[in-house]
């Protein structure tokens, strides 16, 4: 039980690295940026790192629907609150499915106890 729950800790860190790295993605301005391009690679190396930490007791298929789909929906919060970009109403709806199929997966599918 105590690995189960370093398992989803590390997961949550591995969304929160994931997440900073493609902001700093968005920063390094396709690499020709240091500094941001190299925040970048350190957030995408710890981000990887965490993962395999939430594999020794997680289903990759899980694991890796939490990291995918909420890296997903959180960026999609930071594009907008952040860079101010935009997302029309099929974007919300399509980020929506997203959000509801990691519920789905966590909440009712065997396969992620």
Not at 26 to 39: D, E, N
Not at 41 to 67: D, E, I
Request: glycine fraction near 8%; aromatic fraction near 12%.
């Amino acid at each position: 039980m105590q690995l189960h729950i370093v398992s989803y800790l590390a997961l949550a860190g591995a969304f929160i690295c994931e997440v900073t790295g493609t902001a700093y993605l968005q920063k390094s301005v396709q690499f020709t940026k240091f500094a941001p391009t190299a925040i970048m690679a350190v957030f995408y190396v710890l981000s990887f790192y965490l993962l395999s930490v939430a594999l020794r007791t997680l289903p990759l298929g899980v694991a890796y629907a939490v990291w995918g789909g909420l890296g997903i929906v959180v960026t999609a919060i930071i594009s907008v609150v952040i860079f101010r970009q935009s997302l029309d109403a099929m974007a919300i709806f399509g980020i929506a499915m997203i959000v509801g199929g990691v519920v789905i997966v966590n909440a009712f599918s065997n396969a992620s106890h």
